[in-house]
T-cell receptor, first 111, second 114 residues
Framework: EDQVTQSPEALRLQEGESSSLNCSYT??????LFWYRQDPGKGPEFLFT???AGEEKEKERLKATLTKKESFLHITAPKPEDSATYLC????????????FGTGTSLTVIP | NAGVTQTPKFQVLKTGQSMTLQCAQD?????MSWYRQDPGMGLRLIHY???????DQGEVPNGYNVSRSTTEDFPLRLLSAAPSQTSVYFC?????????????FGSGTQLSVL
């Protein structure tokens, strides 16, 4: 059974304090791993797609990496506007029309 | 482009009432889907469609109906609302031809069933 587990559930950082969010997954075959950002009262907004182990992608202060069992979202020198819930989702090769989401990490960056 | 538009934003129902959540997209996406988001649980797929006239069940389809008569619209129907259907509902779409393409989400409908 496909599973996605995100940790920690919540994270509070001082502005400028770098950290990482974890997404561990179990799928029979990975078609893609997706990171989304969700602000309160809004729908998830796409950040990155990773397809194979060793792949990395960057956008401003965010960097996503992928291994065969997990993905990390590294946040470098975060700012208060980075505060949001970050969601991880995987797409299985055998059930390509379904995405399996984790419960998210709620990030708060304190000025 | 408006992207994915959901209406209403908020809705309160009594147990047993029926209603339709609307979803429309203007990106000519073949694939459309409905998710529900509950505290402590990840987004869960209710139903999806890969094109007009084609629908299929997701992980939690019971109590919900869908139909897809046009590429643009994918309404979700609650036939007899139950308190267990209190949730935030998101519609999402993507192009079909690339199955690993990212999902585009609407802004959600917050539904309370009393």
């Amino acid at each position: 059974e496909d599973q996605v587990t995100q940790s920690p559930e919540a994270l509070r950082l001082q502005e400028g304090e770098s950290s990482s969010l974890n997404c561990s997954y179990t799928v029979s075959g990975l078609r893609g791993l997706f990171w989304y950002r969700q602000d309160p009262g809004k729908g998830p907004e796409f950040l990155f797609t990773l397809y194979s182990a060793g792949e990395e992608k960057e956008k401003e202060r965010l960097k996503a990496t992928l291994t065969k069992k997990e993905s990390f979202l590294h946040i470098t020198a975060p700012k208060p506007e980075d505060s949001a819930t970050y969601l991880c989702a995987v797409q299985d090769l055998t059930t390509g029309n379904q995405f399996y989401f984790g419960t998210g990490t709620s990030l708060t960056v304190i000025p | 482009n408006a992207g994915v538009t959901q209406t209403p934003k908020f809705q309160v129902l009594k147990t047993g009432q029926s209603m339709t959540l609307q979803c429309a997209q203007d990106m000519n996406h073949e694939y459309m889907s409905w998710y529900r988001q509950d505290p402590g649980m990840g987004l869960r797929l209710i139903h999806y469609s890969v094109g007009a006239g084609i629908t299929d069940q997701g992980e939690v389809p019971n109590g919900y109906n869908v139909s897809r008569s046009t590429t643009e619209d994918f309404p979700l129907r609650l036939l007899s609302a139950a308190p267990s259907q209190t949730s935030v509902y998101f519609c999402a779409s993507r192009p079909r031809r690339r199955t690993n393409e990212k999902l585009f989400f609407g802004s959600g409908t917050q539904l309370s069933v009393l």
